[in-house]
């Protein structure tokens, strides 16, 4: 099973400012990387996969990087909306699919 | 629009069943791969089972192999997940999430229902 992990595992930015949150694999998942936004309550929401590919909608403050093991999620002047727990995911190399434990960006 | 409308959470005592199921509309169903991925309560994510298209595979994370059994009807556009067997861990908001075609990520999420395995 591949083990990903996240830091920071809480950030805490200001609005207008930019935001980098790391993702690592325990081995290598190629460019099948994703990231997902997910606000309380709500269900998460697909924001990049192959690990650079901004999903449908989603703004281009948001830019991904990264392959093989290391990712890394940028968000590049942060807006209120953007205060959430992000999650990557590999799908390389399934089953099982492998969630990080997620970061929380906040105030 | 594609939508994805989970039902059938709610409490359960450990030991017990319960049936979930997820009803899919704004898209051909039968022409996508799904999933059920869980989140306990301050947790985060965890991937539950997959079931292809017409069924053909289907997989389970470990800790529900043997107690759960993902299905699907595409006449009737639905998803399901019979869970037997509850125990207090698989306490959890459970999603169900369509697979993004011709990709392995997961491109749209229903809302979830709550899972509370309790005596």
């Known amino acids: 099973e591949i083990v990903m992990t996240q830091s920071p595992a809480t950030l805490s930015v200001s609005p207008g400012e930019r935001a980098t949150l790391s993702c690592r694999a325990s081995q290598s998942v190629s460019s099948n990387l994703a990231w997902y936004q997910q606000k309380p309550g709500q269900a998460p929401r697909l924001l990049m996969y192959?690990?650079?590919i901004r999903a449908t909608g989603i703004p281009a403050r948001f830019s991904g990087s990264g392959s093989g093991t290391e990712f890394t999620l940028t968000i590049s002047i942060l807006q209120s909306e953007d205060f959430a727990v992000y999650y990557c995911q590999q799908y390389n190399d399934w089953p099982p699919y492998t969630f990080g434990q997620g970061t929380k960006l906040e105030i | 629009e594609v939508q994805l409308a989970e039902s059938g959470g709610g409490l359960v005592k450990p030991g017990g069943s319960l049936r979930l199921s997820c009803a899919a509309s704004?898209?051909?169903?039968?022409?996508?791969?799904m999933n059920w991925v869980r989140q306990a309560p301050g947790k985060g994510l965890e991937w539950v089972s997959s079931?292809?298209?017409?069924?053909?595979?289907?997989?389970?994370a470990d800790s529900v192999k043997g107690r759960f059994t993902i299905s699907r009807d595409n006449a009737k556009n639905s998803l399901y997940l019979q869970m037997n067997s509850l125990r207090a861990d698989d306490t959890a908001v459970y999603f169900c999430?369509?697979?993004?075609f011709g990709e392995g990520t997961f491109d749209y999420w229903g809302q979830g229902t709550l899972v509370t395995v309790s005596s």
């Open positions: 704004g898209f051909t169903f039968s022409s996508y791969s």
């Open positions: 192959g690990a650079f």
């Open positions: 999430a369509r697979v993004k």
């Open positions: 079931i292809s298209s017409s069924s053909s595979y289907i997989d389970y």
